[in-house]
């Protein structure tokens, strides 16, 4: 595994150092965090035994038509599952997993042709059936059934010809979708979409083989039973009465994966060392980490980190039970554009002077959790070092302990000659529970500093993220505890989710409000491009113009931080960012 | 007597629909979140959310959700299915009763047994020694956080990463039916802890009416029946002290069958509890009524048996 | 009956006191009694004389941390006041049973009567349930509880109150006991029932031949039922006689008190219910001289200061503790009855131990002349229904007795060795003035 390290700039370290020993006088000494992806040394890995993974929640479905969030990828798109295109674990573009090939995309970018294995089987009980391409065209179309809910189809799959029609239930099947025979699936698109052509969006869990003589039964109901009842293509299923029933699954506490009779290594790239992987949830984050990192044979499931104290601990102790690894997303405030004073360009430039990101990424554990961002797209996505590398670009970004002087200035060039804000009161909301809730105070002193004073009300995530900041209707004028992650390493995943102003609604990450037409064309343009090189510069633009234009402040490029006990060895998987459980082992 | 246990039945009946209803309107008043768009996920498109509202039956007003709701429940003892996650609430719960139920009985064991022995003993030397530690250390018990003792529970005794290995840690609970001797080692620490606050209210309660007990005229007869201390205390004194502690036995059994929330959770014990707490979290409607009645009718019933118990326990008590 | 004769139960100077926040409460001061078998005596007293704390002091009930015990308590020649707790129990509802003011409190409200009983038996004899059971009925019937057994499955509250006392005899006699302590038996009932239930007592006395301590506040209770009557004040005997001595001749002028409170038949009501002025004293600083001198209408300057001797005077079982000459006290009961209200308590320099009572009227600070106002006075021209009394030079009316061959006519002859529990045998000094 290639080990990777990230030194931090030493005008960052140096201010996190002061800040951290609280001796406010000089020093010069830099902080460095290296990044590992894999632990428990270079013996060969063992094959069998039984891995636990503690988490904190559980998978939100059981259906691959819905799978979307990374812990729905770890403990089951990963182990149980084969996509047309999978990640192996040190990658950022995806590798034929069941498709025998990367897609060919006609000259004009509108028909994808994508040849498939022919002999991978599926679990009891339909253990002598192979997986067909009709297969996969079945699942593509079950994402945009209703009863499936899935929630990307929208973006990715939008221009598959005929999935409008399907979707509004006028076609029974989509058109654009063809199977000339059972290795092949041609799919032909109303315009070119990059991610379907270098294979990104193609490599999620919608892309899961779906046999529809046996799951249309279970599609009738919605919503559709077809999770409880599904058949396994990866090394491991859960643990089902092998006619169809799952029984290895209860709701917010157990994920009992077995291996998959049905599964030939000889097809596949993952190992599958472990014999069984048990994943538990509903546990309590403290309790978790101590025993993963004082038991045995325990991984870390669905946090991000340990715990503020314990991880300190284990930094010293247990370093090579750790594998600190980019997360790939990122944590911002967001100023509500709609909201006045932050209609205002140099009212949220002010801001974004202001705020001392040093302090606030000390309020999640310090330089550990990650660099400072200074600008949108987080490293390891293509156009990071395009849009700004770790200096970033813009002058109100420039200082990690935050420029009163030059938040000022701004906020005199805005018209409020004190340099300070005057109006009334704003919305604040932030979220209440530790860290984010200690992050969300440190923000709010910091604004205040600019004369903002605010009618601050601290909610849950769920809350936040419904009815308050991700409500276009609320009008929040500041919501300190955004953040987004990738879907892909594709920066599509990223900026457009936040800023296009087409996908505006409840629910949407676009907590700014942000709509500008040009900023939406400029997305889309971005989107439409296949060529790789002018995709990744065409982002890093979009990155500079949405930085420039203070509609979000990032603070933080988060690290994950994976946790094992001492006989696992572990390898994180580039895309999860977390365990890939098909390439764990016992030592 | 039948006729009263009657009445408190349909009166039981009366009270879940209000609870219900004030669930429903509460939820609809004051929305912890947007179920839709929880269920829609991440960056879901507007099309998504309110697909799914209509499939939710959120798109109605709230009487009608409300009386299809109780349609529902009342023909076909149907609690509806998870806006999360589409698994029946009916099932989610019974589901998770066992363990609700192994926890809170397991515990009413240990508290009676702890605060009865303590009371007794307290109250048979008030102002001796141990009575004056074991009422200091009540105090103690009476005041630390739940929360706070399992983790500390945890620290010391946990097989995992305790300071001794003693019992199995958070997330060992298994079914009785699985494997009696884990269940039995695995609810050890939850018992105890879940029982201190309990055990602690139940000494000082049981102490405090038995030396009002033991200062009664018919102690004094019993003495001068010539009866021995133990018999006079255990079956004279104890016997007229009892109905208080009996009394808040049901109804905290009620309140614990429940859901022992902070309890279950730190010990990862998949009970009702939990299953509120996720509920809440996830502005899961359904789930949330469904624990609530459940809770609810805990209560209720544990206050019935209470008032029947009560006829039992003190013969004066006539219901009609 | 003969001196001699070794009396059931023997008390001798019982002293008990409580330890408390506020003080040492000296509940009981020096008591002595006998009380032979087949005998009732009587215990009269108001609230807090002691008399009750004596009686329980019997059982061995009032045995605590705080409180200490001295003098001694013969029940047949055995030692009850040193016994171990496990002797004392053998000794309770076995051959001294007792039965208590207010029946409801006194029996457990939870448990079934027949279950009270069975126990009572089962504490002292190894029997079977059934057959416990059967000699609870047997009491109950005997007794005169109608239907025994169905009421026997019942619960006290179920009961009249009267009833319920019938069910403490009985679990009282269950195992046939050698003395019964009626500690205020029939206070809590009604005025017909009172008088049933003292029938009862007197019957159940005949037909067994057991011992009685009936210990009330009220000499109208006793009157019919003890065979001799002490009269307690603050911790101590005053006066002690055969109930008609006692009656017709009362010596102390606490005892008049008391039978002047007593209503009787042969007398207007209005106008004879005479409370005694004042209050009993605190326990705990009680007074010096005589307890009594602070409501004591005929109190002398040295009554303030010297302690009476309880001795016979004359009549050697009619023992007084009182400064007052005999001949003088005799002459004042017999102005007493002819209708003439006492004097109020005389002022004086307050004794220094005595609190002022915290309520009741206090000792009035008129002159010893004026007629008091609270006690109204009878009309001296009234005859007094009462037989006359002789004159004071008389001897005492009782019979004439012959010269006692002890020194104290009433208690057995203690050991020599001892020191004597009794009064002493020299007449008190003639008190300074």
Not at chain 1, 125 to 151: C, G, I
Not at chain 1, 523 to 549: G, H, Q
């Amino acid at each position: 595994m290639p080990k990777l390290s990230v030194v931090a700039a030493s005008v960052v370290s140096l201010a996190l150092v002061l800040v951290a020993s609280g001796c406010g006088g000089g020093g010069a000494t830099s902080t460095t965090v290296t990044l590992n992806r894999s632990v428990g040394g270079n013996v060969p890995a063992k094959r069998g035994g039984e891995l636990t993974v503690l988490s904190v929640e559980d998978v939100t479905s059981l259906d691959p038509g819905y799978w979307y969030y990374t812990y729905d990828y770890q403990a089951l798109a990963g182990p149980t599952q084969r996509q047309l295109y999978g990640w192996k674990p040190s990658d950022t573009t995806p590798s034929p997993d069941l498709a025998a090939s990367m897609p060919q995309t006609s000259a004009d970018g509108k028909t994808v042709t994508i040849k498939i294995k022919p002999n991978i089987r599926y679990s009891p009980p339909l253990q002598t059936r192979t997986v067909k391409s009709a297969d996969v065209r079945y699942a593509l179309e079950r994402t945009f059934m209703t009863s499936v809910h899935n929630a990307y189809s929208p973006f990715y799959y939008n221009a598959i010809v005929g999935s409008a029609a399907f979707r509004a239930h006028k076609a029974t099947s989509i058109s654009g979708l063809q199977t000339p025979d059972d290795t092949t699936l041609v799919i032909k698109l109303s315009h070119p979409v990059g991610v379907i052509s270098n294979g990104q969006a193609l490599a999620l869990p919608g892309t899961v083989p779906v046999p529809q003589d046996y799951a249309s039964k279970y599609d009738k109901h919605d919503p559709s039973t077809y999770g409880m009842h599904q058949v396994f293509t990866g090394p491991y299923m859960i643990a089902n009465d092998g006619k169809g029933t799952i029984t290895g699954y209860k709701t917010n506490r157990i994920i009992s994966l077995v291996r998959n009779p049905s599964w030939d290594p000889k097809t596949d790239y993952r190992p599958a060392y472990l014999d069984r992987i048990t994943l538990l949830g509903g546990n309590d984050i403290d309790l978790a980490s101590k025993r993963i990192l004082s038991g045995k044979s325990f991984a870390s499931g669905d946090f991000a980190a340990p715990p503020v104290n314990i991880l300190r601990s284990a930094l010293s102790t247990r370093r090579d039970q750790l594998a600190i690894v980019p997360s790939q997303g990122n944590r911002f405030i967001t100023l509500n554009t709609t909201v006045k004073p932050f209609d205002n360009v140099d009212v949220r430039r002010a801001a974004a002077a202001v705020i001392d990101r040093n302090t606030l990424r000390l309020t999640r554990g310090g330089p550990t959790l990650g660099p400072i961002a200074t600008h949108f797209l987080p490293p390891e996505i293509s156009g990071f070092a395009q849009a700004g590398g770790l200096k970033g670009t813009f002058a109100f970004m420039k200082n990690p302990d935050g420029d009163l002087a030059l938040a000022r200035s701004y906020m005199r060039k805005a018209g409020y000659p004190s340099g300070r804000y005057s109006g009334p009161p704003l919305r604040m909301v932030g979220d209440n529970q530790r860290p984010a809730s200690t992050t969300a105070q440190a923000v709010r002193n910091q604004l205040e500093k600019l004369g903002f004073k605010f009618e601050y009300r601290q909610l849950s995530r769920t809350t936040t993220f419904s009815t308050t900041c991700g409500d276009p209707k609320a009008k929040i004028a500041v919501c300190p505890n955004g953040g987004w992650g990738k879907d892909f390493f594709d920066p599509q995943s990223l900026l457009d989710p936040v800023f296009n102003g087409d996908g505006l609604g409840v629910g949407s990450p676009d907590w700014s409000q942000v709509d500008d037409p040009e900023l939406n064309a400029d997305l889309d343009i971005a989107a439409a491009e296949t060529d790789p090189v002018k995709r990744t510069r065409d982002y890093a633009e979009i990155d500079r113009t949405v930085t420039s234009r203070a509609y979000v402040i990032p603070w933080l490029w988060d690290n994950q931080i994976n946790s094992v006990s001492d006989n696992v060895r572990g390898v994180v998987s580039k895309f999860t960012v977390s365990w890939d459980l098909s390439y764990m082992s016992l030592k | 007597m039948t006729g009263y246990v009657v009445r408190r039945l349909l009166w039981t009946v009366v009270l879940l629909f209000v609870v219900s209803l004030i669930t429903f309107v509460i939820f609809y008043l004051l929305p912890s979140a947007d179920p839709a768009v929880l269920r829609a996920g991440r960056n879901p498109s507007p099309e998504v959310v309110a697909q799914i509202r209509v499939q939710l039956g959120l798109d109605r007003p709230w009487t009608v959700q409300f009386a299809h709701y109780l349609g529902r429940l009342v023909l076909h003892f149907d609690l509806g299915y998870s806006y999360h996650n589409d698994a029946s609430v009916k099932s989610e719960i019974f589901e998770r009763l066992p363990a609700t139920i192994s926890l809170a009985l397991g515990a009413l064991v240990v508290w009676l047994t702890a605060g009865i022995a303590i009371g007794v003993i307290s109250a048979m030397r008030p102002g001796s020694v141990f009575d004056r530690i074991a009422m200091g250390g009540a105090l103690v018990a009476i005041s630390a956080p739940v929360y706070w003792l399992g983790l500390v529970a945890l620290y010391l005794f946990a097989d995992d990463f305790g300071v001794l290995h003693v019992f199995p840690g958070a997330g060992s609970y298994v079914p009785l039916t699985h494997d009696p001797v884990r269940w039995f080692t695995s609810l050890i620490m939850p018992w105890c802890v879940l029982a201190s606050t309990y055990a602690a209210i139940y000494a000082r309660l049981l102490r405090a009416t038995l030396i009002e007990t033991l200062s009664q005229d018919f102690i004094r007869t019993a003495r001068a029946k010539g009866l021995r201390q133990r018999r006079v205390v255990l079956r004279h004194g104890l016997r007229g002290a009892i109905t208080p502690v009996v009394t808040a036995a049901g109804v905290d059994l009620g309140v614990v069958l429940g859901g022992a929330i902070l309890t279950e959770s730190v010990f990862n014990i998949p009970g009702i509890g939990r299953l509120a707490v996720d509920a809440i979290n996830d502005a899961d409607l359904p789930l949330i009524q469904g624990t609530v009645l459940v809770g609810a009718l805990f209560i209720v019933l544990a206050n019935l048996v209470v008032d029947v118990l009560y006829a039992f326990l003190d013969p004066r008590v006539r219901y009609s | 009956m003969s001196v001699a004769e070794t009396p059931l139960l023997a008390v001798r100077d019982l002293q008990v006191s409580f330890d408390t926040a506020d003080g040492v409460v000296h509940a009981v001061d020096g008591v002595s009694f006998d009380v032979r078998a087949g005998r009732t005596l009587g215990i009269v007293g108001e609230s807090g004389s002691g008399k009750t704390v004596s009686v329980l002091t019997i059982m061995g009930l009032t045995r605590a941390p705080h409180t200490r015990i001295a003098g001694s308590i013969r029940l047949a020649g055995r030692e009850l006041a040193t016994a171990t707790q496990d002797e004392l129990r053998r000794v309770r509802g076995d051959e001294v049973a007792m039965i208590f003011q207010d029946p409801l409190s006194s029996l457990h409200p939870y448990f079934k009567i027949a279950d009270q009983l069975v126990e009572a038996v089962r504490a002292h004899r190894a029997v079977g349930r059934g057959e416990a059971l059967r000699r609870a009925l047997e009491l109950l019937d005997l007794v005169g509880i109608p239907d025994a057994r169905r009421r026997a499955a019942g619960y006290p509250h179920e009961l009249s109150g009267g009833m319920r006392q019938r069910v403490m005899i009985a679990m009282a006699l269950v195992n046939d006991p050698k003395l019964l302590i009626a500690d205020e038996p029939t206070t809590a009932l009604d005025v017909t029932v009172q008088a049933q239930i003292l029938e009862l007592l007197g019957r159940m006395q005949a037909e067994r031949g057991m011992a009685i301590v009936i210990v009330s506040h009220d000499l109208g209770v006793v009157a019919g039922l003890a065979h001799d009557v002490a009269v307690m004040y603050a911790g101590q005997i005053v006066e002690q006689a055969p109930a008609a001595t006692l009656f017709s001749a009362p010596e102390h002028p606490y005892t008049w008190g008391l039978l002047r409170s007593m209503p009787r038949l042969d007398r207007p009501r209005e106008e004879d219910l005479v409370a005694i002025p004042g209050r009993p004293p605190s326990l705990i600083h009680r007074p010096g001289g005589c307890r009594f001198h602070p409501r004591c209408p005929y109190v002398r300057e040295a009554h303030r200061r010297v302690q009476p001797e309880l001795v016979a005077d004359g009549d050697p079982q009619h023992l007084t503790a009182c400064l007052l000459e005999g001949p003088q006290r005799r002459a004042l009961w017999a102005r007493l009855r002819a209708g003439d209200a006492p004097p109020p308590p005389t002022t004086g320099p307050p004794p220094t131990t005595a609190p002022p009572p915290t309520t009741g009227p206090p000792p009035r600070p008129s002159a010893p002349a004026e007629p008091p106002a609270a006690p109204p006075v009878p009309p001296p021209a009234e005859p007094s229904p009462a037989p006359p009394v002789p004159p004071p030079a008389e001897p005492s009316p009782g019979p004439p007795v012959p010269p006692p061959a002890e020194p104290s006519p009433g208690p057995p002859v203690p050991p020599p060795a001892e020191p004597s529990p009794g009064p002493p045998v020299p007449p008190p000094a003639e008190p300074e003035p």
